[in-house]
């Protein structure tokens, strides 16, 4: 469990410093309005490194994305993030404790959900920020084409 | 994970995020964070409770509706801590034998790799594109002789930390995650291999080299063995 990186052990807590990490800053934050959740179309954004097997791995510094049918089968999702730093059994035993694409298919057949996107897609989190820039430029044309208007943004 | 939130709410796309790290996301202010005490690796928190996912992500979705941002939302369920089983003890003996080598243990560990990937019907195992032999040969090639490509060596080493892992979670008694990892790092040869991978690493001339062995081949937490390894 991670409470306060105050709380952790000394090795963990300073891995996670935000001194070390460099976490980016911006002077205002958007907050877009949008329909009630029964009629969005969600995507989930993943930052832990997946992709389809046989896609190309990621690699340090790779700021760019993988694409994630929604219809790909679970055996087929694999992670190539250069962290060492997490969990990975969560992931080998369910990938919906990374990944919650089952969870949003219930939404969306009880009605709590509007749609889910055709695609999803994943970043490696450990990516500079300038380095994902331009690609989630081109991220956000690829999924008002496919009419979301929600995105689910989960890390690793 | 946070600047994607900023890129994408810029670019037009409401978002909903998960915050593993409170002091990250108090920095970088996304739209919406939803902030869990989960550990690292494990966004919705417990693996197979699908209850539990469901209403983590419900949490995350029900922040769309606000704009009144940048919002912070502390999540107010825990995962408990797994029972400590410090006296667990491997039920398949991979004690190394005098003239053991990393291929004889893969081949031990095929089998309970086989059953494990027939309980799940998925494996993680494959990000290389390598059969578990030639990944443990990459290893011993490059105990042994010249290192190959660092990301080459980084994939391969990931693949078999995954198809140990998964092979442990069907052993007759598989403990928890957290001591098949600590199973991993004190019995198996592999561990071993890789603490005396990062020092011949670290020395290479190779900047990429170098850096997987001050980054991403060792964890964090697991650094403390290489001073008795090299």
Known sequence: MVRRLSELPEVEARHLSPDRVKCPTYDDTPLLPGKPLGQRRVAIISTAGLHKRGDRPFDRDDGSYRVIPAETPAGELVMSHVSVNFDRTGFQQDHNVVFPIDRLRELVADGTVGSMASVHYSFMGAFPVDAAQPHAKHLAGLLKADKVDAALLVPV | ?230
């Open chain 2, 1 to 230: 994970m946070g600047a994607l939130g900023h890129f994408l709410e810029r670019e037009g796309i409401p978002t909903a995020g998960i915050s593993l790290v409170r002091e990250h996301t108090e920095i970088v202010r996304p739209p919406r964070a939803l902030w869990v005490t989960f550990e690292l690796g494990r966004p919705l928190g417990k693996p197979d409770d699908a209850p539990f996912q469901a209403r983590v992500l419900r949490a995350q979705l029900d922040m769309l509706a606000r704009t009144d941002g940048p919002l912070l939302v502390d999540y107010p369920e825990e995962v408990e801590g797994e029972v400590d089983l410090s006296g667990w003890a491997c039920p398949i003996s991979l004690a190394p034998q005098p003239s053991d080598t990393l291929d004889a243990e893969v081949a031990r560990l095929a089998t309970w790799y086989d059953r494990a990937v027939a309980a799940r019907g998925r494996t993680t195992v494959g990000a290389s594109g390598l059969d578990m032999p030639a990944a443990a040969a990459l290893v011993t090639g490059a105990l042994e002789g010249a290192l190959p490509p660092a990301q080459t060596l980084k994939l391969a080493v990931d693949d078999l930390r995954a198809f140990y892992l998964e092979a442990a979670s069907a052993f007759p008694d598989p403990g928890t995650s957290k001591t098949r990892i600590a199973w991993f790092w004190d019995e198996t040869l592999l561990a071993k291999a890789l603490l005396r991978l990062q020092p011949k690493l670290a020395a290479s001339d190779d900047k990429q080299h170098k850096l997987l062995a001050s980054l991403t081949l060792i964890p964090a937490t697991e650094r403390h063995r290489l001073g008795g390894s090299t």
